[in-house]
C-alpha cells in the first residue's frame, strides 16, 4: 500500500468484516507488537466467537529466542500466536491452518494489521502460493466499497480490508508508521525518541547498524550526518533531520537492530519457531 493511499479503518468497519470472518488474523511487527496490537479488533473478534489468531511477522528481524519468547507470552495469555517471515517463506505453521478448513466448506479469513506490518505482503504470498483468483466482495449492503475477497482456494477465502488498523497506545509508532519519513513534520524529535528506545532495548545495535560510537542521541544524529556528508546548504552543518529520516527508514526496512522483549512470565516453554 502506498503512503498516500493510507487510510484507517472506521470501528464500523472492522465490525462489519469481523462478523462475517470465521477466522480473524492480526499481523503485528514482531520487533514490537504490543505497540501495534489493537485491543478493539481483539475483542471483537472473540466477542463474535471467531477464531482470533496473531502473526508476528519479521520473525527474520529479531533472535530465536525473542521471537519464542513473544509466542510463549501471547499463547500465555490465551491468544493464538505465530512467529512467521512473510517476505522469507516462513509460513509454514498457517499453511497448515489453511490445510486444516480443506474440504469444509467455505471458510472466510479476514487480514488486519496497522501500516508497515506485512498486511499485503501476505495476500501477495497465499495469492502467489495458491494461484488465487479475485474478485470483489459480496455486495451486501452496509459493507464498506473495494473490500477484496480472494479465493485461495476452492473453500478458503481471504477478506482484505481496504485500510489499516489505528495504532492506539504508542505515539511514536503511531508517527512512524502513518506517514512517510520525507512528510514528518518534525523528524528529528521522533528519531531522537527512536533512538532511545533502541538504546534502551538493543544497546550497542546503533553503532553496528549506524557505524557512529557516541552514546548522546543528538550527537549521535551529528556523526551519523557527519559519516553520510549531509549538510545544510545554508551553513553546512551537519543536516540532522536527512540523518533523522534516514534512521526512521532504516528501522522501518529492518536494517537497525532492534526489538522489545515481552513482559516476564512464568510460563512453560512453548515454542512458536518456525524451522
Known sequence: MRDVELRLLSKKEIVEVVSSSDVVVEILDIRVPESLRNRFLENTALRN???LILLLNKRDLVPRDVARE??????SIG???????????????????????EGRGKIYFSVFGAPKVGKS??????????SAGVSKYP???GYTRHVQ???????????????????????????IRTAPPEKLSNPVK???????RIQANTPGSLEKSLGVSSEDPEEILREYALKRRWFYETDKEPNIEEASRDIIRRYLDGRIIYYTRPPKRDVDKISGEEK
Do not use: C
Not at 493464538?80 to 499453511?95: H, N, P, Q
Open 79 to 101: 491468544l493464538e500466536a505465530y512467529a512467521v517471515s512473510i517476505l522469507m517463506g516462513g509460513l509454514r505453521s498457517f499453511e497448515k491452518i489453511l490445510r486444516e478448513y
Open 70 to 75: 513473544w509466542v510463549e507470552y501471547y499463547r
Open 139 to 141: 455486495g451486501t449492503p
Open 49 to 51: 466467537r471467531k477464531r
Open 190 to 196: 521522533i528519531a531522537l525518541e527512536l533512538i532511545r
Open 149 to 175: 475477497l480472494y479465493k485461495i482456494s476452492p473453500d478458503i477465502y481471504f477478506i482484505d480490508t481496504p485500510g489499516v488498523l489505528s495504532i492506539e497506545y504508542d505515539s511514536l509508532e503511531r508517527m
Open 121 to 130: 505482503s501476505l495476500i501477495n504470498y497465499l495469492k502467489k502460493k495458491r
